[in-house]
């Protein structure tokens, strides 16, 4: 309750009411375009744009062999004649195919008239009239050569086929030619009213001869078009007669894997209704969930191409280079020639084949792979839109412009979380358009009535932050000042904590006046690189300094402000140590700690006395650091986030430590300088004791001891060597244990 009066006192309550109230009525607006009492124009099409961004993002990529494309393509066109082939042609094709040991083969084409060219009317016309005997036996003899579409029926029966054909929803121009397959299953009458296929009211099928002699067919209507032209869902069963009819896609797979279609009714006991509607299929035991109208969205594999690809030229003339990428594989034909007029737009591009869309299917039949909309979708989307708008609502008006934005972030963040969460591991389809159209409405309502109507006086951003940040940070902090509060709050910054080693000793040899004035001479040139290093000086205890960047003025690269602070520190401290020589005072000696993390920043205490200052378990973490830098002896600790964060310098790697109230191990390293400004030989021996460790965590005590000799030639006084050297004697005499994870433990500060 605190922090929203003291926001309301900021903000202004009627301000915050009023945005607040406007951010809800957007929130109330969405809800009713997702409800369907109105449209909101342009929605849909973002949708589709999204939609179609996931499926191209989630799509496994790479070739799925299982099915085999055999298309009917320019090449084979200019070699055979135009379209449609001889039966004569199709009936090599097919004795190929089943040579060459394709389990199954499917139609993507229609065959409903006769090849002229086996007419054999004419002929016996003729041979009525004859008197000829012998010609009459010689026309028996040549029939069932001359009958090509005979010759076709004949080569299907190699193995099992799979015909096309069409259904006519229209009333109007329906009629019916050739013969229909059985239904996958049947519907009683009293199942209309809770069954919402497409109802065919004709249909185009395939000669008698021809579908006597395949093992089955299904239907290969055009998929389902969107209103911009893409192809994202396909039907799989059709009604007809009471019937329901698979499509071809369906028809293969129950053939490839030897099963029948079953339906999926919603389960009777949730059903207020005499008849549940129909709800998925399975297959194989495999659930193929449907739409009200019978389809499912294709799951598409990737660009055209996602499947193998044979020319029918080269099938039809025997020549196919490796007949073994057909065994055992469904071959599926169809037109992937641009004169055919069978290529769609989808996700992918708008030249892909109609007959890819059918082997996408089918692979996801097999592989039980289909995304679908489930029946609370418009209940998820009116919860999650709810949700958030409300939460970002009644939160942002009382937040900073840069609070608001990283919460508005964090929520965007968390909602395309979710919903990538129901789309790769549920393989639910939620909209996101909308609930990204409502922050976005939300945030920029926020953005503008602040910009409009919210400012600070100059004057009191410098009585606020005046004590805490060098004047020229305060200057900045004044063009802009409804940017920075003293209200606590979440930030990733930098902490630093300085401390002199052996202090008490150094008090004990000097008077008060010196001591005073020792302090004063060591705090002012540490404190003005802080400062020049655009830092918040929070508090000095005693000899020791903490500062932190990053607040109340962000700089992105805050992590390499305060590494380049602590150096310029001990570079100082250099220079101090010799004035200090001169006046008989003793030498000081430092460690510097520094870490990088997530910190509450903010004015911070009782109603006595506060500070702004930073509280947290990566301040905790920073004050460890400097605390065990003699432990290595080194000047300078810094953590592995620090490290990531300043990359402008190289670092030497010292430990992986367990400081004490951590239970995560923690990767320490020290700051050399710029990595610009080191020699090729600082490099090499930072490099050299990386391996050092690597040995040492491996346990292989001998070469890692064996490399920490050869460092001590060079550097014979090095703290560190000795310590890995002590270290490893230890563990020569008391193994660590196969288990032994490398992090040195430390039980005190």
């Not at 069932?144 to 004949?154: E, G, K, Q, S, Y």
């Not at 093992?215 to 039907?235: C, E, W």
């Not at 620090?642 to 670092?651: E, I, L, M, N």
Request: some cysteine; overall charge negative; charged content about 20%.
């Amino acid at each position: 309750m605190a922090f929203k009066l003291s926001a309301f006192n900021h903000v202004g309550f009627k301000r915050y009411l009023a945005r607040a109230f406007l951010a809800i009525l957007t929130t109330v607006g969405v809800l009713g375009h997702v409800s369907g009492m109105y449209n909101l124009p342009y929605i849909d099409q973002i949708e589709d744009l999204l939609y179609d961004t996931r499926v191209r993002l989630s799509a496994p990529g790479g070739q799925d062999d299982r099915i085999v494309i055999i298309a009917i393509d320019e090449a084979s066109l200019q070699e055979h004649g135009h379209w449609p082939f001889t039966r004569e042609k199709f009936a090599a094709m097919m004795d190929n195919l089943f040579g060459y040991g394709a389990a199954v083969v499917g139609f993507d084409v229609l065959f409903a008239e006769r090849d002229e060219s086996a007419d054999m009317t004419l002929l016996r016309e003729l041979a009525s009239s004859e008197a000829d005997e012998l010609f009459r036996q010689r026309l028996d003899e040549l029939e069932p050569m001359i009958d090509r579409d005979r010759l076709f029926a004949d080569a299907m029966q190699g193995g099992p086929t799979i015909l096309g054909y069409y259904f006519d929803n229209q009333i109007e121009t329906a009629f019916t030619t050739g013969v229909l397959p059985y239904p996958a299953f049947d519907f009683h009458e009293s199942m209309a009213a809770s069954i919402f296929l497409p109802r065919g009211e004709g249909y185009i099928s395939n000669l008698p001869t021809l579908m006597d002699s395949a093992y089955s067919a299904g239907f290969i209507n055009n998929p389902l078009i969107d209103p911009d032209g893409v192809v994202r869902r396909t039907p799989l069963l059709h009604e007809y007669e009471l019937g329901a009819y698979e499509a071809l896609s369906l028809a293969i797979a129950s053939t490839y894997l030897n099963d029948i279609t079953l339906p999926i009714f919603v389960d009777a006991s949730s059903w207020m209704g005499d008849y549940p509607p129909l709800e998925g299929l399975e297959l194989a035991g495999r659930p193929i969930p449907i739409d009200p109208q019978g389809a499912v969205l294709v799951p598409y594999r990737g660009p055209r191409g996602s499947f193998p690809y044979i020319s029918v030229g080269d099938v039809i003339s025997g020549r196919v280079e490796d007949p073994s990428m057909l065994e055992g594989r469904i071959a599926l034909v169809g037109a992937t020639a641009p004169g055919m007029e069978d290529l769609r737009t989808t996700p992918f591009g708008s030249i892909y084949p109609g007959v890819e869309i059918h082997a996408n299917v089918i692979a996801g039949i097999l592989d039980s792979n289909f995304r679908w909309e489930p029946a609370y979708t418009v209940a998820a989307e009116m919860i999650t839109i709810a949700a958030f708008g409300l939460l970002t609502a009644l939160l942002l008006p009382v937040l900073s412009p840069l609070l608001s934005t990283f919460v508005t972030l964090l929520i965007t963040g968390l909602a395309l979380a979710f919903n990538y969460y129901m789309w790769e591991v549920e393989l639910h389809v939620l909209p996101l358009a909308m609930t990204l159209y409502t922050l976005l409405a939300i945030y920029t309502i926020n953005m503008l009535f602040g910009y409009l109507f919210e400012t600070r006086s100059r004057t009191h951003m410098d009585s606020l932050f005046g004590q805490y940040v060098p004047p020229d940070l305060v200057k900045e902090m004044s063009r802009d000042p409804e940017n920075y509060s003293l209200a606590s709050q979440k930030r990733e910054l930098s902490v630093l904590f300085t401390d002199i080693r052996s202090f008490t000793t150094i008090s004990e040899g000097l008077d008060a006046g010196d001591l005073s004035t020792l302090m004063d001479e060591y705090l002012t040139p540490m404190t003005q690189i802080v400062h020049e290093t655009h830092g918040t000086i929070d508090k000095y205890i005693g000899d020791a300094v903490m500062a932190f960047w990053g607040a109340p003025v962000f700089h992105p690269h805050h992590a390499d402000q305060a590494v380049g602070a602590g150096l310029a520190m001990l570079s100082a401290l250099d220079v101090l140590n010799e004035d200090f020589e001169k006046k008989g005072w003793p030498e000081i000696h430092i460690g510097v700690g520094v870490n990088t993390g997530v910190m509450s920043v903010g004015n911070m205490g009782s109603r006595f006395r506060k500070a702004y200052t930073v509280l947290g378990d990566a301040v905790n973490l920073g004050s460890r650091l400097e605390g065990i830098t003699k432990q290595y002896g080194v000047d300078m600790v810094v953590s592995e986030d620090t490290a990531h964060s300043a990359g402008r310098f190289h670092y030497r790697e010292l430990d992986t430590v367990r400081v004490k109230g951590k239970e995560k191990g923690v990767t320490i390293l020290e700051p050399l300088g710029l990595e610009e400004e080191l020699s090729e030989e600082e490099i090499k021996r930072a490099d050299a004791f990386s391996h050092v460790l690597y040995l040492y965590r491996e346990q292989q005590w001998d070469e890692a001891e064996q490399a920490l000799n050869t460092l001590l030639e060079d550097e014979p006084d090095c703290f560190l060597y000795k310590l890995y050297i002590d270290r490893i004697k230890h563990f020569r005499e008391n193994p660590p244990g196969e288990d032994w994870d490398g992090v040195f433990t430390f039980e005190t500060k």
